[in-house]
């Protein structure tokens, strides 16, 4: 049975990329048909009716017709349009990071609904708390456990041993945290602290809702550095928007000394 030519979607805007003078080129995540490219006409000039529906970071419903190499959006209307994340320029780097992430650790026409759910989750998580750190860091391993690639955590990846509560190094290329004694095997790898590996196996079992509070911003600055260097490994390219993200946390940083100085 042939594919209907016109079809709709929830879709979250993830990426888009200008074509020619007026259109865009949009990345959208759906919950059913995974990642795909649409082609949005006329979207950059000034009396769009669609272009405030088609922004990054919005939750929108989309109406679409198939095309011979890529589909045409016909219609839209927001659901959610995330308007703190795009008032408050930390929150909008961080949801751009997780729209980065989405789109670059996908591949077009697979579906993955439990993603589509976690970026969704994620971007009201953001929108609403003032601990947008603890939210990314959520979302980062939450992010990789749905595409397959979770990092154990609770025994030596090597050797399957039990962990002691200190000396233990995480290994990207091992994909998890490692032994004292194995961890001459493994060139590439890092020390985690016992604080920062319990925090690790909580937020792991953590929903949205119930994000632990209270990480210390020693232990937060640590899981930066730790899963970041895991997601590149696994990407093998660096993340743009986590250096925009840096720089947004060493001049928050730089502000909050003089003011307290």
């Given at each position: 049975?042939?594919?209907p030519?016109?079809?709709?979607t929830?879709?979250l805007?993830i990426?888009?990329t200008r ?8 990345s959208l ?5 995974g990642?795909?490219?649409?082609v949005a006409?006329?979207?950059?000039r000034?009396?769009?009716k669609m272009?405030?529906h088609l922004?990054?970071v919005?939750h929108?419903l989309?109406s679409?017709?198939r095309?011979?190499?890529i589909?045409?959006?016909t219609?839209?209307?927001t ?6 994340l ?7 780097a961080a949801a751009?990071?997780t729209?980065?992430?989405?789109d670059?650790f ?6 993955n ?8 989750a ?25 595409l397959?690639?979770?990092p154990e ?6 050797c399957k041993?039990?962990l002691t ?7 990207p290329?091992?994909g998890?945290?490692?032994?004292l004694?194995c961890?001459?095997?493994?060139p ?8 920062a590996l319990?925090?690790?196996r909580?937020l792991q079992?953590?929903e949205p809702?119930?994000?632990?509070t209270g ?11 730790l899963?970041?260097r895991y997601l590149?490994h696994?990407l093998?390219k660096e ?5 925009w993200l840096?720089t ?9 000394a003089?003011?307290?100085?």
């Amino acid at each position: 049975m042939s594919r209907p030519r016109n079809y709709q979607t929830e879709a979250l805007i993830i990426r888009k990329t200008r074509l020619g003078e007026a259109d865009r080129i949009l990345s959208l995540y759906t919950p059913k048909l995974g990642k795909i490219q649409a082609v949005a006409k006329g979207v950059r000039r000034p009396r769009s009716k669609m272009s405030g529906h088609l922004e990054l970071v919005t939750h929108s419903l989309v109406s679409l017709a198939r095309g011979r190499n890529i589909d045409t959006v016909t219609n839209t209307r927001t659901i959610t349009a995330f308007l703190p994340l795009k008032s408050d320029l930390l929150r909008g780097a961080a949801a751009l990071y997780t729209a980065e992430l989405v789109d670059r650790f996908t591949a077009d026409h697979i579906e993955n609904e439990p993603l589509f759910k976690l970026l969704l989750a994620t971007w009201h998580k953001l929108a609403g708390t003032d601990d947008i750190e603890t939210a990314l860091r959520f979302f980062e391993l939450h992010l990789l456990e749905t595409l397959g690639y979770r990092p154990e955590l609770e025994h030596c990846v090597a050797c399957k041993g039990t962990l002691t509560a200190a000396g233990n190094w995480f290994g990207p290329a091992a994909g998890g945290v490692i032994c004292l004694a194995c961890a001459p095997r493994y060139p590439q790898r890092f020390p985690v602290s016992p604080e920062a590996l319990d925090t690790l196996r909580t937020l792991q079992k953590s929903e949205p809702a119930t994000l632990p509070t209270g990480i210390s911003p020693a232990v937060l600055s640590e899981l930066v550095a730790l899963l970041g260097r895991y997601l590149e490994h696994l990407l093998e390219k660096e993340v743009k928007s986590a250096r925009w993200l840096d720089t947004l946390r060493m001049q928050l940083n730089r502000n909050a000394a003089s003011h307290t100085a």
